[in-house]
T-cell receptor
Framework: SQQGEEDPQALSIQEGENATMNCSYK?????LQWYRQNSGRGLVHLIL?????REKHSGRLRVTLDTSKKSSSLLITASRAADTASYFC???????????FGKGTMLLVSP | NAGVTQTPKFQVLKTGQSMTLQCAQD?????MYWYRQDPGMGLRLIYY???????DKGEVPNGYNVSRLNKREFSLRLESAAPSQTSVYFC????????????FGNGTRLTVT
């Protein structure tokens, strides 16, 4: 399976703290994407990083990609209660035309 | 500004019954997808349509059929529902396959008894 794996499976922090979640994958990729899912809702795209990029920012989000280690991390700075959600990485693997999703990290941000 | 619309939101079926899940997008996207989400399994691709007129199997296609009715609509059919098909089903669309972000509907919660 090419499914990526997020780590940790669950993360609980206080408002104002930073949250870091990681994604590892097995085979070479074209790009890697991060999605957020609020309870009972569909996934929402957060950020896309291409294989030739090492870091990307969007607001309070920072994504890094290390293709030599086949891993990515998502950092959410100054977390808010509204950031409580599940976060998924999705990989676009060379030779394939669809995304493969990991199992997700559940983030709980307490006020 | 609807995006991706899925119907129905909830459905309960008895084993052996059939049903069709409907999906429509208004973003003029070329590609459409059906995923299922089960606890602890993440999202798994059932079928996809890279462009109008084409459909392909994903990771878990058994027990399902799809129809790309036109550029906007992509339906998923369960011919003879089984309890193992109890899941949350998500439709998604993207401008191009693989390289573009996916836009998801809010899902259909299906229970098969």
């Amino acid at each position: 399976s090419q499914q990526g794996e997020e780590d940790p499976q669950a993360l609980s922090i206080q408002e104002g703290e930073n949250a870091t979640m990681n994604c590892s994958y097995k085979t070479s990729i074209n790009n890697l994407q991060w999605y957020r899912q609020n309870s009972g809702r569909g996934l929402v795209h957060l950020i896309l990083i291409r294989s030739n990029e090492r870091e990307k920012h969007s607001g309070r989000l920072r994504v890094t990609l290390d293709t030599s280690k086949k891993s990515s991390s998502l950092l959410i700075t100054a977390s808010r209660a509204a950031d409580t959600a599940s976060y998924f990485c999705a990989t676009d693997h060379l030779g394939y035309s669809t995304l493969t999703f990991g199992k997700g990290t559940m983030l709980l941000v307490s006020p | 500004n609807a995006g991706v619309t899925q119907t129905p939101k909830f459905q309960v079926l008895k084993t052996g019954q059939s049903m069709t899940l409907q999906c429509a997008q208004d973003m003029n996207h070329n590609s459409m997808y059906w995923y299922r989400q089960d606890p602890g399994m993440g999202l798994r691709l059932i079928y996809y349509s890279a462009s109008e007129g084409t459909t392909d199997k994903g990771e878990v296609p058994n027990g399902y059929n799809v129809s790309r009715l036109n550029k906007r609509e992509f339906s998923l059919r369960l011919e003879s529902a089984a309890p193992s098909q109890t899941s949350v089903y998500f439709c998604a669309s993207s401008e191009f396959p693989g390289t573009s972000p996916l836009h998801f509907g809010n899902g259909t919660r299906l229970t098969v008894t």
